[in-house]
């Protein structure tokens, strides 16, 4: 939307063979928080993208789904411990009780419960492993944490809230799926909303855009969804574009005044 940033606040741009080049893209069209689903990939990812900061971060993740299926184990977890001091940004982290993956509950639950340890510790301290984090400083930068939540919203929270996380971090569950209570808990305890066009066009998303207060909105795209050797850079632009227009039609809003207040907003995290 011409002279509003549209900001991509979930996408995975290690995921591509040609990430410089898409981000290049997201630089242009206004920005991008792209999120990591193993600690291993975040610092060569982050190198790799250094040139496009602030326009473009890159956020230390461990996905569930990684460590669902053993990809990502306790090593995986010690490192996300290790790197997370130095991590501004938290994506992708959660759980997911998919009942393909709800017999790896407990496992999901144990790294989680790490992760979100490590990030509610302020910026710059060290490992937090094995310990509840303190509240921290009120003048400490807050981290930001993208989250996935399938089948497991207040499981989540529970966790989120009993470390800290909720306090200590300005957290976004991404493509929320959760039922309408567990939304209401969920912006009550202050957290943010990303939306992307498939959500947008199921009827449950669309309700959950219209309860969702417009200052905890975000827009998303969750692009790519998976590895792939290339990918289009001219996507980028019209995929942001038809996420707001979809939010806009379910909101009844005007389009435009809702993509300023959503470009705020991002634009507040993203140079936050």
Known sequence: MEGIPLIDT???LDFTGNAAELAAAYAACGGALSGTCDPRDFERARAEL???APRVRVGLGLHPWWVADGTCGEGEVALFERLAPAAPLISEVGLDFQPRRVDTRDAQIEAFERVCV??????GEGNAAGRLAARPPAESPRRIMSIH???AATCTLDVLERTGCLDACTCIFHWFSGSQEELTRAIESGCFFSVNERMLKTKRGRAYARAIPEERLLIET??????????IPQEVAPRLGRTMSLLAEARGADERSLASAIA???ERLLLS
Do not use: E, I
């Open 118 to 123: 490590a990030s509610a510790r302020p910026l």
């Open 50 to 52: 250094a040139r496009f």
């Open 149 to 151: 939540s399938s089948g």
């Open 222 to 231: 969750d692009f790519p969804s998976k590895p792939a050797p290339t990918t």
């Open 10 to 12: 979930h996408c995975h």
């Open 264 to 266: 705020d907003a991002s």
